[in-house]
């Protein structure tokens, strides 16, 4: 490829690079952020009109079980080293009769990689959003919602429960599909959305 030019830098240091783009992404990266709204901000001032961004965020519906293994690092001082991590394990595989580890050992390939258990429970920052979160980010940003990227099956199922033409980008019906699937976006949202022109 020649007509990519690669660089590296801080998301909260790019706001005066005097550029713009007709597509951003940041998949897996706001949600690190301590005001992930700020990140949100600094990229659309990046983003053409029209433009689209694709984002990635960590689902608290999805992540309860994650939750809670982060208050259980808090609580016993679990260190991020590879023994901390293993001591981390034993504790949940002794307990895996419970159903928050249970549903967590099932599905969560990471849990059984040093490096993917570090990043599943122990990032030093990490936020978790709703899908009502993610409509009032878009209402005070002046953003169009394009569609989550699922599954074929879930979006089948999905379909299902809500056939109208439109209900694939209604929010409202996402979040009440969410709740009665709290695994739907165990990969986290995401999503794209568009920079109303009228900005
Ligand atoms: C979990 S990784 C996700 C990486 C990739 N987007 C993916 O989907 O696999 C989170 C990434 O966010 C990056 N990150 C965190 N804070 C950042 C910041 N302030 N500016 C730029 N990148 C940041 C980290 O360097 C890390 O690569």
């Known amino acids: 490829?020649?007509?990519?030019?690669?660089?590296?830098?801080?998301?909260?240091?790019?706001?005066?690079?005097g550029?713009?783009?007709?597509?951003?992404?940041?998949?897996?990266?706001?949600?690190?952020?301590a005001d992930p709204r700020l990140g949100w901000r600094i990229l659309l001032s990046l983003l053409k009109p029209n433009g689209v961004l694709r984002?990635?965020?960590y689902s608290t519906a999805a992540r309860r079980s994650i939750a809670e293994a982060?208050?259980?690092?808090?609580?016993?001082?679990?260190?991020a080293t590879p023994e901390g991590i293993r001591a981390l394990r034993r504790t949940i595989i002794r307990n895996r009769h419970e159903q928050r580890?249970?549903?967590?050992?099932?599905?969560?390939?990471?849990?059984?990689?040093?490096?993917g258990c570090r990043d599943l429970f122990f990032n030093v920052m990490e936020h978790t959003f709703t899908v009502p979160d993610i409509t009032a980010l878009l209402a005070e940003f002046g953003l169009s919602f394009l569609g989550f990227e699922l599954?074929?099956?879930?979006?089948?199922?999905?379909?299902?429960?809500?056939?109208?033409?439109g209900a694939l980008t209604d929010?409202?019906?996402?979040?009440?599909?969410?709740?009665?699937n709290p695994q739907t976006f165990r990969n986290m949202y995401v999503f794209s959305v568009r920079r109303n022109a009228t900005d």
């Open 101 to 115: 580890w249970n549903l967590l050992l099932a599905t969560a390939d990471d849990f059984y990689s040093m490096s």
């Open 1 to 17: 490829m020649h007509n990519i030019e690669y660089a590296q830098a801080d998301i909260l240091k790019l706001a005066t690079i």
């Open 151 to 165: 599954d074929a099956d879930v979006v089948n199922k999905f379909q299902q429960r809500y056939p109208a033409a």
């Open 19 to 33: 550029k713009t783009f007709d597509r951003i992404e940041a998949v897996g990266v706001l949600h690190h952020l």
């Open 171 to 180: 929010l409202d019906c996402w979040n009440a599909f969410e709740r009665s």
């Open 70 to 79: 982060r208050a259980l690092i808090a609580e016993r001082g679990y260190p």
């Open 55 to 57: 984002v990635g965020l």
